[in-house]
């Protein structure tokens, strides 16, 4: 039984820690996709809550954003630590009533979901003016998926993805978090990559009460991919990063795609041929920031 609690804030929009974005939305505490890796868990700590993740929301109202000026031309990232797209959205139309009081100002903005309830606000996502949209893609086995989320399925995802992209809206498919050894990610670029503009790609990191979750996880049903786990998890070895890296440019390179570490999505127009964005390193940067 999922516990829905309504709530008021003071202001919608905070301070983002994320490296590219100026501000974050949340329009939710708490997330009904509850995946089994979802860092955003440390949520509860802050937030008094005993129950799973996965298993409560908080549903924000707040008050009017009163100095746009503030945001004109920032970037502000929907989604950090909640899905704005997750099944409470139907009801509560949260993220949406974010995006009609933000429409008409000039706001570079991302929304990233795991969800195709975005469709119900393609029209209102069509008058932004610098906007992107990203779905976590980080398999093509959907058994592999169920284990791990409560979100609809990838091809519904993908599906979603394109509809967003034949409107000319800029989409990524965020391969994330790729799972070493179960992550095939360069099937998912195959996959999509005539239907986004931007491919991001971030590692699993596993840290809090999630760690031991993910290991066990490993343990139980991929018991062959152990020794990775513990290497990469345990011991803090960078090599299994180091390779994928490599094998990826390599890819790109024959494939004539692009590949970076670094991008803003703000910067560029809609373009056909996708941009590889490799985030594995960003913590790095953030601790040197
Ligand atoms: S969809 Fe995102 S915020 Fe929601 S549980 Fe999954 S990782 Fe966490």
Redesign the pocket.
């Known amino acids: 039984m999922n516990n829905i609690k309504e709530i008021e804030v003071k202001n919608i929009i905070s301070k983002s820690n994320l490296l590219a974005y100026d501000y974050a939305v949340n329009p939710y505490i708490g997330?009904l996709?509850?995946?089994k890796?979802?860092?955003?868990?440390f949520m509860k700590k802050f937030t008094g809550h005993s129950e799973e993740?996965?298993e409560f929301v908080d549903v924000k109202f707040w008050n009017p954003i009163k100095i746009f000026k503030k945001y004109n031309k920032k970037s502000i990232f929907i989604?950090s630590?909640?899905?704005p797209y997750?099944p409470i959205e139907l009801r509560y139309e949260r993220t949406k009533a974010f995006l009609e009081e933000i429409k008409d100002f000039d706001i570079n903005v991302n929304i990233?979901?795991?969800s195709d309830l975005i469709l119900r606000d393609l029209n209102l996502i069509k008058q932004f003016k610098n906007i992107n949209v990203s779905w976590?893609i980080n398999t093509l086995d959907e058994d592999f998926r169920k284990e791990m989320?409560n979100?609809v399925s990838i091809e519904r995802r993908i599906s979603c993805m394109k509809t967003f992209y034949d409107e000319k809206i800029k989409t990524t498919c965020f391969i994330s978090p790729i799972f070493p050894g179960i992550t095939d990610v360069i099937a998912i670029i195959k996959k999509c990559r005539y239907c986004c503009n931007t491919i991001w790609l971030e590692k699993l990191n596993l840290r809090d009460d999630f760690k031991l979750k993910i290991l066990n996880y490993i343990t139980n049903y991929y018991p062959h991919l152990y020794n990775l786990y513990k290497e990469i998890y345990i011991d803090n070895k960078v090599d299994y990063w180091k390779k994928l890296d490599k094998e990826i440019k390599d890819f790109c390179d024959r494939e004539k795609l692009l590949y970076v570490k670094d991008n803003n999505v703000f910067d560029r127009d809609f373009c056909n041929n996708p941009i590889v964005v490799n985030y594995f390193y960003h913590d790095d940067i953030k601790d040197t920031k």
Request: proline letters at 0%; one cysteine or more.
């Open positions: 997330c996709h509850g995946c890796y979802c860092y955003a868990s993740w996965g989604g630590v909640t899905d997750q990233s979901t795991k976590s989320d979100a």
